[in-house]
């Protein structure tokens, strides 16, 4: 089945990532150009005795053809049974394993941003409410290609650019460690750690500054944080993104207020990238959206609906990582993400708050992180009584 | 978007086959590897003002993991989705478009034939009842490619078998023609004229004769003959297969009598190829399958219900289309089906007969072509008198 290094990626997606059980469906998200990887997949699941392995395969091209032909009015359509196969995923209690890296790189550079904007694809809504039941377990893991290496290292020729990729994707996946698991076993009771010990502060708010960022982020009563090992509602446990070096929780989507700007350029899945950008916030809103590039797409995302302007996620990421050292930008969030804190717009995590604050998490049909952390970062804790706790100073927990 | 020619076969099936509506949702079945075809329809449709382009990529690597890797009794499961995406396309009165020929010859021929004969898919059997409901405007149109042509010419280096499957296929697709459309309007008037004199003669039974056949097929007293020139409930014209040349009914389920040879190797849509086929029916059922190769996947795939090995459709086919002349065997059943008369196992069409019939047509959740005809295979139609016709001698028809 080709590249044995698919095969390496895909069994940790399936053991250590989505934890695939004997009789699951799986439901595979990739796009065109990633076709090594998903076979690879629905072999170690079917090895694994996965009743069906349902492989989606996104095509950004005919999205494309959409974006340039369709008529306006019909851009937000999402046919029913897209959203109608994911609720019976949860349902049926199946496994779910995402590729993420672009195979497309700035094919959507010369569209209409606006047009571009209205159409989410291959983001569904349903996505949130299944990840909110946790009637899935899932992961979604890095795919190297061709395509995606020559955006992230232009300077080198493509076969060495690709192997470098890979070189980078196989290291911060842990896959260049004798035991990838035990790694990951290790790293990850970091993380849950230092989620437990912020749980515990029940700080009121954040205060983030920075070069270009001076961002209070309003905290919910009962919220608590996590780090990306989760369990289903049967206790099946999982790892949603790997690599994972985050540590996140959903704030009050009404209370963000101050100026952010982003320290690394962010990529929609369909590949505009979005760089220079900052954002003021005034009672929980995205009041004023600047970019050098992309600010429109972005512009037309936060205004779909009205909880996309305001926050659903804060994430710190420690310099403990294996993503920030390296200094690449993958241009992709999944990756970019867990080299530098975060925040994010749109829809929040439900199971971050006790029943008393659920409705207060943000609702949306989009979620969208950006990054704004870096070793400059200071992110200070306020508790109610308006004592101010030092987090994470230098990229280095102070807790 | 690459090859033109793509669009231009894109534009024939939007356009002419399935003749896509402003509004309507375009289900597109493709391939892995015909990506090109499926972005130019999705141009084209999108072009026409169409609210969705929803392109499927089925991949035979992935169902190649199943067969080999899957738990047996799970080979025959489908996930629900498939089929409520397809009555759902129904419901809403979209539009279908299908690619043919194979993007992998040989992939499956190492395969447990047995397996692989409970893996129906890319087909799902409600196709046989959306297409029955005929709620959609539909159409397939086959999509050169580099494996496809390496198969039907061998011989040829790859470049020069391309080329010539894409000579052979614009020739049978009438696309060399200056107006297509107007040559396919001519064609489909001789076949619906041939349907129709067939249908006024309400023959009890055909007597088919040829080198290895000696076949009578019992016909229903209301079933009508019918080319491809369909209409949905709601009036819309589409040509379901382009090419097409054949005339179609759908028999008593339980009156074939006699043996059969296949004039020409059959492909399951997986890349099975079954050839020196020869099959013996007592009182409507196939008692007997014998082949040089691929009996066992027939064999697994006739005993998957009660109807799968009784018969569906029977086919006449005249000397004047433009496949058989060609003599290229394409191992694309919905090419080389046109080519010769043919009979097909699995599920009829109960538009075919009157109200009174609707319960005898066969039903099966499998549908499957296998060519009979050839120039020099003799039909006689016989009435209830025990009168005896001539239908077609030569390839021509007498009537």
Not at 246 to 268: K, Y
Not at 355 to 375: C, P, Q, W, Y
Not at 387 to 396: A, H, K, M, T, W
Request: net charge negative.
């Amino acid at each position: 089945m080709g590249d044995p290094r698919y095969s390496r990626i895909a069994e940790l997606a399936v053991v250590r990532g989505a934890n695939v059980q004997p009789g699951q469906i799986v439901g595979v998200a990739a796009s065109v150009g990633q076709e090594e990887a998903a076979r690879a997949v629905a072999e170690s699941a079917y090895g694994r005795g996965a009743k069906f392995v349902d492989v989606m395969y996104f095509d950004p091209w005919v999205k494309r053809a959409r974006i340039l032909h369709a008529p306006e009015e019909t851009l937000d359509f999402v046919p029913p049974w897209y959203g109608q196969r994911l609720l019976a995923l949860g349902e049926l209690r199946g496994a779910r394993v995402s590729f993420n890296g672009t195979v497309a790189p700035g094919l959507t550079d010369d569209l209409d941003q606006a047009r571009l904007g209205r159409d989410q694809l291959p983001f569904i809504r349903e996505v949130g409410q299944v990840v909110n039941e946790r009637t899935t377990n899932w992961t979604g893991v890095p795919c190297p290609s061709r395509p995606w290496a020559k955006l992230v290292f232009p300077d080198l020729d493509e076969e060495a650019a690709y192997e470098r990729l890979w070189t980078e994707v196989e290291h911060v996946l842990r896959l260049d460690e004798d035991d990838p698991n035990a790694a990951w076993e290790e790293r990850i009771g970091v993380l849950v750690g230092s989620a437990a010990r912020l749980s515990g502060r029940r700080f009121d708010a954040l205060h983030l500054e920075g070069p270009g960022t001076d961002l209070t982020v309003g905290l919910l009563p009962s919220g608590t944080w996590m780090a990306a090992d989760f369990e289903t509602v049967d206790g099946l446990r999982h790892l949603p993104n790997l690599p994972t070096e985050e540590v996140f929780t959903s704030p009050d989507p009404t209370r963000t207020e101050g100026h952010v700007a982003a320290t690394r350029p962010l990529v929609f899945r369909d590949g505009t990238i979005i760089r220079g950008l900052t954002v003021r916030f005034e009672e929980g809103r995205a009041v004023q959206i600047d970019a050098e590039t992309g600010a429109d797409a972005l512009r037309s995302l936060v205004a779909m609906d009205e909880g996309a302007s305001r926050l659903g996620e804060v994430a710190l990421v420690d310099r403990e990582g294996r993503i920030g050292p390296l200094g690449t930008i993958f241009y992709e969030t999944l990756l970019d993400e867990n080299a530098a804190s975060h925040i994010a717009f749109g829809g929040g995590f439900g199971f971050l708050v006790g029943d008393e604050d659920k409705t207060r998490v943000n609702s949306s049909a989009t979620h969208l992180d950006f990054m704004i952390g870096s070793n400059e970062l200071s992110v200070t804790g306020i508790t109610g009584d308006g004592e101010r706790v030092p987090v994470l100073v230098e990229g280095r927990w102070q807790l």
